[in-house]
C-alpha cells in the first residue's frame, strides 16, 4: 500500500504543534486553576511539577499523540477528592479557555470537550469508579 496523505491523517497533537504546545496548553491551564478560588484549594499540597507532567503526558494521548503516560488512573487519584460536577465543569472552561487561547482549532476543542464527559464519572464524587 502506498502511504499518502490521505491514508495517514495527521493527529491533533500534530496539528496543534506537538509538545511544546501541549506544554503551553498544561501551564496556561494550571495559571487559571490556580487563579480561580474555588479551585486552588484542591492543589495546596499538590507537586505541581508532577501534576504538569502527568497532565501533559494525558492531554498527548487525548490528542492522538505518543503515549507516555506515568500517571495513577482518573479514578485513583480523584475519587478521594470528593470533586462536585460544578467543579469539574469549571475545571473543563478552564482548559477550554487555555486551548482557545492557544488560537487551538475549535473541532479540535469539540474531541477533548468530549473526551472529558467520558471522564467525568471517574473524576468526580461518587462516579462509577467510586469504589474501584
Ligand atoms: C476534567 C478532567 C480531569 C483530568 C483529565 C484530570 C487529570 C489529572 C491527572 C492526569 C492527574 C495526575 C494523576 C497522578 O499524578 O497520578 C490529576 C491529579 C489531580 N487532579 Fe485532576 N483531572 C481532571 C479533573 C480534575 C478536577 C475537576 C479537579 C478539582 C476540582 C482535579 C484535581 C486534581 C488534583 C488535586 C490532583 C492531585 C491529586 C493527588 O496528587 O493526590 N482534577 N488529574
Not at 480561580?36 to 505541581?48: H, K, Q, S
Not at 487561547?101 to 462516579?127: F, R, Y
Amino acid at each position: 500500500m502506498t502511504v499518502t496523505e490521505e491514508s495517514t491523517p495527521v493527529s491533533h497533537f500534530e496539528r496543534i504543534g506537538g509538545a511544546g504546545s501541549v506544554t503551553a496548553a498544561v501551564e496556561l491551564f494550571y495559571e487559571r486553576v490556580l487563579a480561580d478560588p474555588e479551585l486552588a484549594g484542591y492543589f495546596v499540597e499538590v507537586d505541581m511539577a508532577g501534576q504538569r507532567r502527568h497532565l501533559a503526558q494525558m492531554l498527548t494521548v487525548v490528542l492522538g499523540g505518543p503515549n507516555a503516560y506515568t500517571g495513577r488512573d482518573l479514578a485513583t487519584a480523584h475519587q478521594p477528592l470528593g470533586i462536585p460536577v460544578a467543579h469539574f465543569r469549571q475545571v473543563g472552561g478552564h482548559l477550554t479557555a487555555a486551548l482557545t487561547q492557544l488560537g487551538v482549532p475549535g473541532d479540535v476543542i469539540e474531541d477533548v470537550q468530549a473526551v472529558l464527559a467520558q471522564v467525568q464519572e471517574q473524576v468526580v464524587a461518587g462516579g462509577a469508579g467510586a469504589d474501584a
